[in-house]
């Protein structure tokens, strides 16, 4: 998970995130980027990432790149400098002017690198951001041995499969049915949800409560009708 990329995507889809989140939503994510650079910084990144979860579609660019990337990876961006344009965006979005005092943001030149830091700092909001990740993988989740004796393939692309810490891997339980190998349903889900690309993304679709079902996917399995779950995934990937 990527802060940086996060905020860096959020630049570039502003419009996009804001239609999806609607004016209450939009307005306090940009009240929370116009107060970054306090001492309260983790709690607002935090925030920040429980709306945009919360109101963007797993597959959509800013969810992608929230939970993708090396999450225990040494920073390499100047993250003031990253914020400046995104904190340009909020003040419009807020008053139609940017804040007293802010900059108006350059438009970076083709070809023309970030800005970087030669430290190997703390990512801003990393702890909170790994607390995130952390309810993933709280999760039921079996071993790779234990997928194995479940008679499916721990590299089968249509499984989540999520990265710990340590770098040991475990997959999600709900994939798999208590007597046998992976279930269907499941494997056509998460191809939908490119889960071999976005793991993350996609547990957490599976793990959250689902608006459109009215639960938590993972806990309708058997419950309702296959079709429910594969149409709420489709609809996800839709409306990218």
């Known amino acids: ?82 914020t400046t344009a995104l904190r340009h965006q909020a003040a419009i979005s807020l008053t139609g002017e940017p804040r007293a005092g802010e900059p108006r943001a350059r438009e970076p030149r083709a070809g023309e690198p970030g800005p970087v830091t030669t430290g190997g700092g703390m990512r801003p909001g990393e702890p909170i951001l790994a607390g995130v990740a952390g309810r993933l993988l709280r999760a039921p989740a079996l071993t790779e041995e234990e997928v194995r004796r479940r008679g499916a393939d721990p590299g089968d692309p249509g499984l989540i499969g999520l990265e710990r810490a340590d770098g040991a891997r475990q997959w999600p339980a709900f994939q798999f049915a208590p007597d046998g190998g992976a279930v269907p349903v499941v494997r056509e889900v998460n191809q939908l949800l490119d889960a071999a690309a976005n793991p993350l993304g996609a547990a ?6 689902n608006s459109w079902l009215g639960d938590q996917p993972s806990q309708l399995l058997g419950r309702v009708p296959d079709d429910y779950l594969v149409r709420a995934a489709r609809a996800v990937g839709s409306e990218v």
Do not use: K, Y
């Not at 307005?27 to 990144?45: C, K, N, T, V």
């Not at 920040?48 to 109101?55: K, V």
């Not at 957490?204 to 409560?209: A, G, Q, T, Y």
């Open 204 to 209: 957490d679709w599976w793990l959250s409560r």
């Open 1 to 82: 998970m990527a802060i940086e990329d996060a905020v860096a995507a959020l630049q570039q889809h502003w419009p996009d995130v804001t239609a999806h989140l609607g004016p209450g939503r939009s307005r306090e994510l940009s009240e929370l980027i116009q107060g970054l650079g306090q001492p309260d910084d983790d709690l607002r990144l935090a925030r920040m990432a429980e709306l945009l979860a919360e109101g963007l579609p797993p597959g959509h660019p800013v969810v992608r790149a929230l939970f993708s990337g090396d999450l225990f990876a040494p920073a390499t961006l100047d993250w003031p400098a990253l």
